[in-house]
């Protein structure tokens, strides 16, 4: 024990309040007298807290002794000097010591305490101390898991730790379960967001039961949409060329694939960073190990005091979290040899000494000792045929799992089951029966989260909870010791495909917090439908199942999973399920699957007019409108124009049936894109107005129905230009150019597309080039590999408008194969007259017009499109360089009269000039009659490219 020395008082008989000075400031905080305050908030601090803080402020920058601080804020007691570190504890807890880089107050081991941040006094100025701390960081998004504010321990590790990452590329960090490898890996994370300029990936595999899934979570997580059974090679196509850190935590169930995916991106992709956390090696090349040891413990039998047991870093560990879970009671030099005790025993694990920790508080050190010593038996370590985890982590958990109540004990395992997080509704469906009522869920669960075996997280105005991962794996193997797996795995199936149906019927609110909620069921969709196609007892749920989830992977742009689970659930369907609603869900998700994973499939078709016919039979309106939509986008990709308006008919008089709002915007919409295609621009324009007035209600349409939603005056942007508007069409595009990319990303596809078809079409290749850049980028990101391919098309569309033919030819020449083998038509016949321009001038006049002949073939075969004049233009400038002038005014007159028909001016615009070239050759009278009274007809758009050559051609003729 340590005496006070004379001449120091309690606050009590003033001495706290004879400090020289009035008032105090650091960091967040002031202190007047003995009011603390954080951003002029008052903090409630106790009393012995507050005199030492008032101590330490006093002597900024100096040491004060241990024995000093005690004869001030114990002034005529006697105490030990562990009641001091309780309350420096709590003092720190209060100020955030350690949260964000901020250090306040440091242990100078065998000395005493110094207070260390910079301080700011009224009277009496102190120059600020100087202080370490961490590197400021940018904000760190809610992608990456929280951070421990505190991290005992491990001061250490980080930098090691970071440097080697940054030498050797590929660290894996190794350590038995609960040593804190994620926790280390977590901080990790925050303190390299800068380094790699925010571009920090935290993979959590945990809950990923299938091991195939590795390359898809991965990709996911990138951004990328998922098109093929093993994305791997999309991945280290998309991560070459790039700089950032990817972490990949809980590797060892799935360590065959990850190693197998670490491996090609290290080899691959050097400017990528890999920490891998795993309880085994990845055993691959460029793996460098960085070995998590325990934290040290105090050394048994060594007679230390209570001060000196609490040097250590696994004893602070234990003391902080006792003291978080509520324990206040002091450690004295006779307890020092229990508390070392203790730490030995838990192998300075640290989820064992949590777990030991928050139970000091019921059982007391001692008693705690003696549980130590009847449930972890000696004979668990060392065991040769035990892996590591279970000679500590395992043995702890069978400890707590034994010292909690049967009733709490049923509900842990239960709640196994669950891969991901839950709610308190999904914990009472998955673990109450009859031998576990609701109520007794609920209490259960809550004890369970105040003794850390279950774990709650912040969920708005409720709470989401989940299980680590070694407690799920220790509680679902008691699941099954005790005979319940079955009859629980039916319970969470039910649950999990419960939710998901009634989220597919939930309207109204924010779109994107609906999605986010339903998300948050992914990993466990993706088990129940493991466990329901792999046991009989799963059966009955199957279908229900797949297509209750079918949507959610469709939503989340998880394609391939969408494929694959609804074509294994029809291959299975039922008497009782055909032609029913599950079928009908599952028919849809397998169309809009193979449309973009198989390319433009018959079978995409197939599966979205069944899912079609069902839906009429059922007088299902909302799914019918759903599948006309999902088929007209099927028709646009395909250039089918013949299906088009009548697809669109149809699903503007079902909206009207339902009589919703926004489906009835969309409808308009879907329509006027038909019509526009379709080469109808009045009736497009008439359509695509209202959508314009409808914008609201449009942003509410929801997910899939691919109606342009988002951005309806793009297509309306294309169709003024036509109609002889170039100025309100480029109106309606530049909005676009400095716009940030929506969450909805084939949608923004789409409409950089789009725009640049305008952008070109007035002659701004500088805006196209800009777009195309945006497009390629954005095509790139997220693995939208069709959009590249359109990227490209616009690039040399540009290269040979500023007169790069050869360049753009070449380009030309990659791009129209990719599109063709993708059925993706709809740009298709635009690049292939640009390439049939640009063949016709490098001399290949002949390959330019074969060109022109398939293209209006193939078009003319989907029923003729918005695009036919200028094609036939196109073929009718060739052929009059060919010298073949009777075809040419033929081409010319049919490009003149379909336009007409089409309500498109400026291409008839374009075709006039044609044919005034073709005149002049020919010699005949008044040749520019025609060019002129076309040109009258527009009351706008004289600075754009076609109506300046036009005033031009116009002007030298009359000079």
Excluded at 173 to 189: D, N, Q, S, Y
Aim: charged share 25%; net charge negative; with cysteine.
């Amino acid at each position: 024990m340590t005496e006070p020395p004379a001449g120091h008082g309690s606050p009590g008989n003033g001495a706290g309040a004879s400090l020289d000075f009035d008032a105090v400031s650091f960091g967040p905080f002031s202190l007047r007298s003995r009011l603390l305050e954080r951003d002029g908030a008052p903090v409630k601090l106790g009393s012995r807290a507050m005199d030492i803080l008032r101590l330490l402020l006093s002597r900024a920058g100096e040491v004060v002794p241990k024995n000093e601080i005690l004869s001030y804020a114990w002034s005529g007691l006697a105490v030990e000097e562990i009641s001091l570190r309780v309350h420096v504890a709590e003092l720190r807890k209060v100020l955030g010591d350690g949260k964000d880089g901020a250090r306040y107050i440091t242990n100078v081991p065998s000395r005493g305490y110094c207070f260390v941040a910079p301080v700011q006094r009224g009277e009496r100025n102190v120059a600020p101390v100087p202080v370490l701390r961490a590197p400021e960081r940018a904000a760190v998004p809610a992608a990456l898991p929280h951070r421990l504010d505190r991290m005992i321990g491990r001061d250490d590790v980080l930098p090691e730790l970071s440097a080697r990452l940054l030498s050797d590329r590929f660290v894996t960090l190794r350590g038995p379960g609960g040593i804190g490898k994620t926790t280390v890996a977590t901080a990790l994370a925050h303190d390299m967001w800068q380094a790699f300029e925010g571009h920090v990936h935290f993979l959590e595999f945990g809950p990923l039961k299938d091991a195939t899934l590795v390359a898809s979570t991965v990709a996911a997580t990138l951004g990328l949409v998922v098109h093929h059974d093993d994305p791997s090679g999309s991945i280290v196509n998309f991560l070459r060329g790039r700089r950032l850190l990817l972490i990949l935590d809980s590797c060892e169930h799935v360590i065959d694939e990850v190693a197998r995916l670490a491996e090609n991106i290290y080899r691959e992709a050097p400017g990528i960073a890999i920490l891998a956390t795993s309880r085994e090696s990845l055993l691959v090349e460029g793996e460098q190990i960085f070995e998590l040891v325990p934290l040290a413990g105090p050394p048994q039998g060594a007679r230390l005091s209570a001060g000196e047991v609490l040097d250590y870093p696994a004893a602070q560990l234990f003391i902080d979290r006792a003291a978080a879970a509520g324990h206040r009671g002091d450690i004295t030099d006779d307890d020092a040899d229990v508390l070392a005790e203790i730490c030995g025993k838990l192998d300075g694990i640290a989820l064992a000494i949590e777990l030991a920790a928050v139970r000091v508080g019921v059982y007391g050190l001692r008693e705690m000792a003696a549980l130590l010593d009847s449930r972890l038996k000696l004979e668990w370590r060392g065991r040769r045929t035990a892996p590591p985890r279970q000679q500590t982590l395992g043995a702890t958990l069978d400890w707590s799992f034994g010292l909690i109540g049967e009733s709490e004990r049923t509900v842990l395992q239960r709640l196994a089951i669950f891969a991901g997080p839950f709610t308190l509704r999904g914990a009472i469906a998955v673990a109450a029966d009859e031998g576990a009522a609701a109520d007794r869920v609920v209490d259960a669960l809550e004890q369970l989260v105040a003794k850390s075996l279950v774990s709650a997280q912040p969920d708005g105005a409720s709470r989401r909870y989940r299980l680590l991962d070694a407690t799920r794996a220790y509680a679902m193997q008691k699941l099954v010791d005790a005979g319940e797996a079955a009859a629980t795995a039916r319970r969470h199936t039910a649950y999990v495909q419960r939710t998901l149906e009634a989220g597919m019927a939930e309207q109204g609110g924010d779109p994107a917090s609906r999605l986010q909620a339903r998300a948050s069921l992914l990993a466990d969709a993706r088990a129940t439908l493991e466990w329901s196609f792999a046991n009989h007892d799963g059966a009955a749920l199957r279908v229900l199942l797949a297509g209750s989830a079918a949507r959610l992977f469709v939503e989340l742009n998880l394609l391939n999973e969408a494929r694959i689970w609804s074509g294994r659930a029809l291959a299975m369907l039922d008497d009782a399920n055909q032609g029913g609603k599950w079928e009908l869900e599952l028919q849809s998700t397998l169309g809009h699957a193979f449309m973009f994973t198989e390319r433009n499939s018959e079978q995409a078709e197939a599966a979205l007019r069944r899912g079609l016919e069902i839906a009429e039979a059922l007088d299902d309106h909302a799914n019918a409108f759903r599948l006309l939509s999902r088929l007209n986008m099927f028709y646009r990709r395909t250039g089918d124009y013949r299906h088009l308006v009548p697809t669109a008919l149809q699903a503007e008089r079902i909206a009207r049936q339902i009589g919703d709002t926004a489906g009835i915007a969309g409808s308009k919409a879907l329509l006027g894109v038909s019509y526009h295609l379709a080469g109808d621009q009045a009736e497009a324009q008439a359509h695509l107005d209202e959508g314009v007035r409808d914008d609201a209600a449009l942003r509410g349409t929801e997910p899939g129905h691919f109606a342009y939603s988002r951005t309806p005056q793009i297509p309306l942007a294309r169709v003024l230009w036509l109609r002889g508007f170039p100025d309100r069409a480029l109106d309606c595009v530049r909005p676009l150019v400095g716009a940030a990319a929506p969450r909805d990303v084939v949608m923004h596809c789409i409409a950089l597309c789009w725009s640049s078809s305008v952008f070109g079409w007035v002659g701004d290749w500088a805006a196209v080039e800009t777009m195309t850049g945006r497009l390629a980028t954005h095509a790139n990101l997220h693995g939208l590999a069709p959009y590249e391919a359109v990227a490209t098309g616009f690039r040399a569309q540009t290269m040979i408008a500023r007169g790069e033919v050869a360049g753009g030819v070449d380009l030309l020449r990659s791009a129209l194969p990719r599109l063709h083998a993708d059925r993706y038509e709809l740009y298709a016949s635009a690049f292939a007259a640009d390439l049939s321009q640009g063949l016709a001038a490098l001399g290949r006049l002949t390959e330019g017009l074969q060109v022109l002949h398939e293209t209006i073939a193939r078009v003319e075969q989907g029923g003729g499109g918005f695009d036919m004049p200028e094609l036939l233009r196109r073929r009718g400038d060739l052929e009059a360089r060919t010298g073949d002038l009777g075809a040419a005014e033929a081409s010319f007159a049919a490009s003149l009269a379909l336009a007409e028909q089409q309500g498109a001016l400026s291409w008839r615009l374009r075709t006039e000039m044609s044919l005034a070239a073709l005149r002049l050759q020919q010699g005949i009278k008044n040749p520019l009659d025609d060019l002129a009274a076309t040109y009258a007809r527009f009351s706008e758009g004289f600075e754009t490219a076609d109506l300046k050559a036009a005033r031009l051609v116009l002007d030298e003729a009359s000079a």
